[in-house]
């Protein structure tokens, strides 16, 4: 799974948290559209703009303590 810091909730103040970390799905058609796609707030995912978020790449020791989080 991949991970990304929201620098950016500008409009989707309430599904986006600033400086929060959010589970990215790999979705070929959001990122063909300059869209990523998070889950958000709500539980559920959504294609949001690229460059709203920063994705961290991230050890495989805290990927999993992050996946029994999500």
């Not at 600033?18 to 294609?47: F, N, Q, T, W």
Request: aromatic fraction near 8%.
């Amino acid at each position: 799974m991949k991970w990304a810091v929201c620098m950016d909730n500008h409009g989707y103040e309430a599904d986006l948290e600033r400086r929060k970390l959010y589970p990215v799905i790999d979705d070929e058609k959001s990122a063909a559209m300059g869209c990523v796609r998070i889950v958000d707030e709500s539980g559920k995912d959504y294609a949001y703009p690229k460059q709203m978020f920063i994705e961290l790449p991230v050890a495989a020791a805290i990927e999993t303590q992050l996946e029994a989080l999500a």
